[in-house]
């Protein structure tokens, strides 16, 4: 996987499929990507729709990219890392395990970006690099117990 850090298109090697601010979701549907990755969608009933697609090994990371699409254009990206040993019920999970997780996606995000970033601890753990198009981020939520990496783009 590589971004390029000029226009923010990420190119999804392993299924020649490059993503793109505005991509229109005929022409994502046309990719190779998603042909065999795609799992489901979930209308939030707002006019942004996501579109869920099953992990891809990355290297040391397994990402999980979903894809935010607003009425009929790519608007956001998310890519989480995942791993066997990440929480997979309440009983399991602690935050430690979590901080874990955001980190992990922090390193990812780093590779990916070739960038360090900055990295804040307030109001929340979170870590960013911002484009002229937009920012490349990662979060960990205390509120929904969750982290989250992605890349969002600018409005016009």
């Known amino acids: 996987m590589e971004l390029n850090n000029i226009d923010g298109t990420l190119l999804i090697k392993a299924y020649n499929t490059t993503l793109y601010k505005g991509m229109k979701?005929?022409?994502?549907?046309?990719?190779?990507?998603?042909?065999?990755k795609y799992v489901s969608f979930r209308d939030v009933e707002t006019g942004y729709f996501w579109y869920y697609f099953d992990s891809l090994d990355l290297n040391k990371y397994k990402i999980v990219i979903s894809i935010c699409v607003f009425g009929d254009s790519l608007e956001q990206i998310y890519l989480n890392t995942w791993s066997d040993n990440d929480a997979k019920t309440w009983d399991d999970w602690t935050e430690k395990k979590e901080m874990e997780v955001f980190e992990r996606n922090?390193?990812?995000?780093r590779e990916l970006s070739g960038e360090k970033g900055k990295k804040k601890n307030t109001p929340y753990p979170q870590w960013s690099v911002s484009y002229d198009w937009g920012t490349l981020w990662s979060v960990y939520d205390p509120r929904?117990?969750?982290?989250?990496?992605?890349l969002s783009y600018r409005k016009d």
Request: glycine letters at 4%.
């Open 25 to 36: 979701l005929e022409d994502l549907k046309e990719t190779v990507f998603y042909k065999e």
């Open 144 to 150: 929904s117990a969750s982290s989250f990496a992605g």
């Open 106 to 109: 922090n390193s990812f995000m």
